[in-house]
């Protein structure tokens, strides 16, 4: 019976409690206990969500485990690795594989499923989860009656369709016959906090209710161990060495050069990793909206999870997003501020004007189009989320710069309702970054964007404008470790004469055969605007045999057009010097991709 006289329940609660725990199986009390433990995500975490279907019976457990991740830059895989050493450490066979790698007709066979999966893009697939994404929402994908699984989906709130893949996979496996072992999570781009409680609730579902489960944070410092780790919570601060603009005279661009010390850090980074950068926003923006919602500067807020104190302008510099709108954001808002207006957006129906509001719009416009000025600072920014760290390709090699690590940055300013925007992450850099300060800073490995391990595999690298950064870190690694393999780099921006990056060093690895060949496109020097697509769909012949040699392709820069075209110019050369079919032609790709030879840095 539940007796305890100290006990935050009410008397209807306590004779509730008592009638329902005695019918609990053993079972049943684990799978609860998950239960209760992942859904305080939702209350402690923000942009983290649960979701639970009811069961009639609670499956047996099996020792042995499927982790699969599905990963663009990183995440997912990070996190599958230390689930999967957590089960280990319970005595779980744990079979740990990237959605590209499983093999999918072995499905059928797994005893226990754990998918963490990021969104890409708009709503997308990363590129390694694509072939078993549409192979489970085919036809072929078997009944997984009563297969244990559970999902954790990252995302980014800032995006419309917020953790849809995740979601995807959720539902699909339920759909197919699966019985979820602990409650989806999805997490925003802090997802540290709520990735861990997904983990906890894994395992006692799992029926590890051990010490870890009741102390989440203490088992979290177990597992991890005391080693210092710089990471995106816990950033390193580094040196700044040198920032300059790498645009001639005359460009209607500025991109940034920027050289930063690891000296004592201990950190460690390969080719084809980023670089994340922990940014401040703009002091004018920060002190418009302060003007605006009637606040002191010098107000102090207790900032969460640290207790730390600042004054309202420095967290709101250092520390809370200012400059994106969300839809979940503004759902806070008017749960603070009723009478605004502000529901009218947010009304069934006006789907299609609140996108269109919350495009380009930051948390200024807001206070100022809904009158909200009044509201308390401390009630307020409680709302706001953490700054998010802004991830960069590394335009390095460490074996050619021992205890450096550069990046290529490309400032973001536009003007949009009547007011100058700036990108948080590329002003700061290009207009507060000086050499000798300090930039907090973390390395984000990305294993879908490696060198081949065989150093005479020819390379074929399509990179326009800061898309370039990583290839200069590929041949600096190449050029350091004395690789054989043939080079090839596709690169492309505006003007020749002012926005050729980076151009002395292509004409020196040229010179001295670390690069075999290059071909640029400036598009706006001719006439007609010629693209990087355009020189490889020229060179289709020779590029052709490059990819039945054994090449392998990496893309780098904007995910949205470049990137597709790219991949259509790629579909249209196999067609052309292959005599391939549509169908055979995709085929090829997603072959390529399956072998590690077709790879994608894109954002």
Not at 56 to 85: C, D, M, W, Y
Not at 161 to 177: S, Y
Not at 341 to 370: F, I, P, T
Not at 425 to 431: D, L
Request: hydrophobic share 35%; aromatic share 8%.
């Amino acid at each position: 019976m539940f007796q305890v006289t100290n006990s935050p329940f009410q008397q209807d609660q306590v004779d509730l409690l008592n009638r329902l725990l005695p019918t609990l199986t053993e079972g049943q009390k684990i799978w609860l206990s998950g239960y209760l433990s992942a859904i305080s995500v939702a209350a402690t975490v923000p942009g983290a969500t649960t979701t639970v279907q009811t069961t009639t019976s609670t499956p047996a457990i099996s020792k042995e485990v499927t982790v699969l991740f599905g990963s663009q830059t990183g995440n997912s895989h990070r996190l599958a690795k230390k689930l999967s050493g957590k089960l280990q450490e319970q005595g779980f066979q744990v079979t740990q594989s990237s959605m590209i790698d499983f093999k999918a007709n072995t499905l059928k066979k797994v005893q226990n499923l754990f998918i963490l999966v990021s969104t890409h893009g708009e709503g997308d697939p990363p590129d390694n989860a694509i072939s078993f994404y549409e192979f489970l929402h085919s036809k072929r994908a078997p009944q997984l009656d009563g297969l244990p699984f559970s999902v954790l989906a990252l995302g980014d709130t800032s995006y419309e369709f917020f953790c849809k893949t995740g979601r995807d996979f959720d539902q699909r496996l339920e759909e197919l016959g699966g019985k979820r072992l602990a409650p989806r999570v999805e997490c925003d781009v802090d997802f540290e906090d709520a990735a861990n409680q997904w983990m906890e609730s894994v395992l006692a579902s799992l029926g590890q209710a051990s010490a870890a489960v009741q102390a989440p944070a203490a088992a979290s410092a177990a597992v991890e161990g005391t080693v210092s780790e710089y990471s995106r919570s816990n950033p390193f601060q580094a040196t700044v060495l040198e920032n300059l603009n790498l645009n001639g005279r005359g460009s209607d661009r500025e991109t940034r050069h920027l050289e930063i010390s690891l000296e004592d850090s201990g950190i460690h980074y390969e080719p084809g990793d980023s670089l994340g950068i922990c940014p401040h926003n703009h002091p004018r923006l920060v002190d418009e909206l302060i003007a605006a919602m009637g606040w002191s500067p010098d107000e102090v807020i207790t900032l969460p999870k640290t207790a730390e104190e600042r004054s309202l302008r420095e967290a709101l510099t250092s520390y809370y997003e200012i400059t994106v709108l969300t839809k979940p954001l503004l759902e806070q808002i008017v749960a603070l501020t009723p009478g605004t207006g502000l529901e009218e957006l947010l009304a069934a129906g006006q789907e299609q004007e609140l996108k269109e509001y919350l495009k380009g719009r930051d948390l200024l416009d807001l206070v100022q189009d809904y009158d909200l000025e009044g509201v308390p600072a401390d009630s307020f920014v409680s709302l706001l989320r953490r700054i998010p760290a802004r991830l960069y390709s590394i335009a390095s090699s460490s074996k050619a710069y021992p205890d450096e690590v550069h990046l290529t940055i490309r400032k973001v300013h536009y003007t949009a309702s009547g007011r100058v925007r700036y990108g948080v992450c590329s002003t700061y850099v290009s207009e507060r970054l000086e050499p000798g300060q300090s930039v907090s800073v973390f390395v984000q490995d990305n294993p879908n964007f490696k060198l081949p391990s065989n150093p005479e595999t020819p390379i074929i690298m399509i990179g326009p404008g800061t898309g370039v950064a990583p290839f200069r870190a590929f041949l600096g690694e190449r050029e350091e470790s004395g690789a054989e393999g043939k080079t090839w780099l596709f690169y492309g921006d505006q003007h020749f004469a002012s926005d050729f990056l980076y151009q002395v060093e292509w004409q020196r690895w040229l010179k001295e055969g670390v690069l075999t060949r290059m071909d640029v496109a400036f598009s706006r020097d001719t006439a007609e605007k010629v693209y990087v697509q355009h020189r490889m769909l020229e060179k289709s012949k020779e590029l052709y045999q490059w990819l039945e040699q054994g090449a392998a392709v990496y893309i780098c820069g904007d995910e949205k057009k470049m990137a597709h075209d790219v991949q259509a110019a790629l579909v249209t050369i196999l067609k052309q010097e292959g005599s391939l079919s549509q169908e055979e032609a995709e085929a090829y790709l997603m072959k390529m991709q399956q072998d590690k030879r077709y790879q994608r840095d894109v954002y």
